[in-house]
């Protein structure tokens, strides 16, 4: 199947550690994203991880791959209201170079 | 600097008309896609076009029609054979081969009046 999973909504509290789960069924996935939406904008890539890696930091993002599960995790280092967003998984395939297959978003609050 | 442009932001439209919507973009990129997103609900591919004067329709292509007679430009219509019209389109580009997946544009929120 094509399916993307996350679940819909987080909450966590200001300057905690988030962490957004994502799993795919696909296993020809080349690459796997992380997109950030902020309210009535486009998505912006924040990050990316190619799928023989299984860890990528950058800042303070860090993006776990367990290729054997399928499952993609993104933490996000003490959470600041400006990370109130709509977060999406997607991944790449060999067999379609140019389609991204997206998830349906999980919708991060802060609460202070 | 390069970047990708949708146009008009907010858009409002009668019933039985049919609307167009912008997408531009001078990053060289290839492909184009056309998305729309209903509130809460995550992207659904409506139509792509991987070269000039080709494209492919996606999940939902029914209502809409889209052309690609430039590189740079991938117009999206909503005809009013779109039932439930009102939502907010995204259009994204990308370059053949390159990892770092779509640029997406701001978006048009469509509304049917």
């Known amino acids: 199947g094509e399916d993307v999973e996350q679940s819909l909504f987080l909450s966590v509290r200001e300057g905690d550690s988030s962490v957004i789960n994502c799993t795919y069924t696909d296993s020809s996935s080349t690459y796997l994203y992380w997109y950030k939406q902020e309210p009535g904008a486009g998505l912006q890539l924040l990050t990316y991880i190619f799928s023989n890696m299984d860890m990528k930091q950058d800042q303070r993002l860090t993006v776990l791959l367990n290729k054997k599960d399928k499952h993609l995790s993104l933490r996000i280092a003490d959470t600041q209201t400006g990370d109130s967003a709509i977060y999406f998984c997607a991944e790449s395939r060999y067999s379609s170079a140019s389609k991204i297959i997206f998830g349906s978003g999980t919708r991060l609050s802060i609460r202070p | 600097d390069g970047g990708i442009t949708q146009s008009p932001k907010y858009l409002f439209r009668k019933e039985g008309q049919n609307v167009t919507l912008s997408c531009e973009q001078n990053l060289n990129h290839d492909a184009m896609y056309w998305y729309r997103q209903d509130p809460g609900q995550g992207l659904r591919l409506i139509y792509y076009?991987?070269?000039?004067?080709?494209?492919q329709k996606g999940d939902i292509a029914e209502g809409y029609s889209v052309s690609r007679e430039k590189k740079e430009s991938f117009p999206l219509t909503v005809t009013s054979a779109q039932k439930n019209p009102t939502a907010f389109y995204l259009c994204?580009?990308?370059?053949?081969?390159?990892?770092?997946?779509?640029?997406f544009g701001s978006g048009t929120r469509l509304t049917v009046v």
């Open positions: 076009s991987q070269i000039v004067n080709d494209f």
């Open positions: 994204a580009s990308s370059k053949q081969g390159e990892v770092y997946g779509y640029t």
